[in-house]
């Protein structure tokens, strides 16, 4: 992958205060931005195996973060701690907080040398439709540009990856058909219906996201890697993953969660129901406050009339998606696009 064109922003670098707020988001009130030990503390925070997201934004909240690195055992002893992040404590514990702490710094290092840029929740960057919730990864690791304005609003267009040949063309559509209303369409850059959202993103000159479920020193699948570097030139690429980290069968699930989160709506094309899209779809629709919204193409829903999660997901909130204005509906500020635009999804 081509790197020149990318912009990176070390993790050890000192930002200032973006006046995020606090509770979940694990902001302390009125702190300024962490110093350089602490953001080098919050990444090593979010290498603990199995760690817990929420944790750490609420051991951060309440304490510097290169406090919690540096005296895990001694913040076992008080009282209000929860049962999770007693048992995140204890991982970091016996994960060795020193070896932590070198392992972000070479993290740091690698970023630098794939010119990407890691961010921290705490960080102005980080993306504000995943600051305010709890689960959302406490780091990030970019290639590309995140736009805080633009990526605000975003919808998600996912779907199976043996996708069929009506499968990809409503995919491309509808990617066309969000980027003429000025919305950024995110995706996980796999195989089939996400390839296809992709490129016809980039093809109408809109702006994609895509998120990945392995490490930025790697792309996954291997022949996506020109669609990546496209993708980085026009919008960005985003792992939550470390580099050094494979695209394993765990990752994706988290993948799929973290893009749930980071869009305001998820539209499914097709799926199957194991489908990674099936299960993102599950994710959106969980999220109570702030609301995610879930579209299945009604396409899908009269194609797949015997799968009981179809029905599941439309009882419990999910929307037919039968023109694009039904998403329009549900974003924050939009606008009745121009009366040549105004056409049915299918035609």
Excluded at 49 to 70: E, K, M, N, Y
Excluded at 170 to 184: G, N, P
Aim: aromatic share 4%; net charge negative; proline share 7%.
């Amino acid at each position: 992958m081509e790197t020149e064109q990318y912009t990176f922003v070390h993790i050890l670098d000192p930002g200032r205060a973006d006046g995020a707020g606090d509770g979940d988001s694990g902001v302390r009130p009125g702190s300024a931005a962490p110093g350089k030990e602490d953001r080098l503390a919050i990444l090593a925070l979010a290498l603990v195996p199995g760690g817990s997201p929420t944790s750490v934004r609420r051991l951060v909240r309440d304490h510097a973060p290169a406090t919690v690195v540096r005296a895990p055992a001694n913040l076992l002893d008080n009282a209000d701690l929860t049962d999770q992040d007693r048992a995140f404590l204890e991982r970091l514990i016996a994960a060795s907080p020193e070896r932590l702490m070198v392992e972000a710094a070479r993290q740091g290092d690698l970023a630098e040398q794939h010119s990407a840029t890691i961010l921290t929740f705490h960080d102005p960057g980080y993306p504000s439709n995943l600051r305010e919730v709890g689960e959302a990864p406490p780091v990030l690791f970019v290639q590309g540009t995140l736009d805080a304005e633009k990526d605000s609003l975003s919808a998600a267009v996912v779907g199976t990856r043996e996708a069929s040949g009506d499968g990809l063309f409503r995919a491309r559509k509808v990617a066309k058909m969000l980027v003429e209303r000025d919305v950024v369409v995110v995706s996980g850059l796999a195989r089939g219906i996400d390839t296809a959202a992709h490129r016809a993103t980039l093809d109408a000159g809109g702006r994609t996201v895509a998120v990945v479920g392995c490490g930025l020193d790697r792309t996954y699948p291997p022949e996506n890697v020109g669609l990546a570097d496209a993708i980085a030139e026009h919008g960005a690429i985003v792992s939550q993953f470390p580099f050094g980290s494979p695209p394993t069968q765990s990752h994706f699930p988290l993948r799929n969660k973290t893009m749930a989160l980071l869009s305001l709506v998820t539209i499914v094309v097709e799926a199957g129901p194991t489908s990674g899209a099936k299960m993102q779809a599950n994710f959106a629709l969980r999220m109570q406050a702030p609301k995610r919204h879930v579209f299945l193409m009604d396409s899908l829903i009269k194609g797949q009339t015997d799968h009981a999660w179809v029905r599941d997901f439309l009882e419990r909130g999910a929307q037919p998606l039968r023109d694009i204005e039904d998403v329009l509906h549900v974003l924050p500020g939009w606008h009745a696009p121009p009366p040549d635009l105004q056409m049915r999804l299918f035609l």
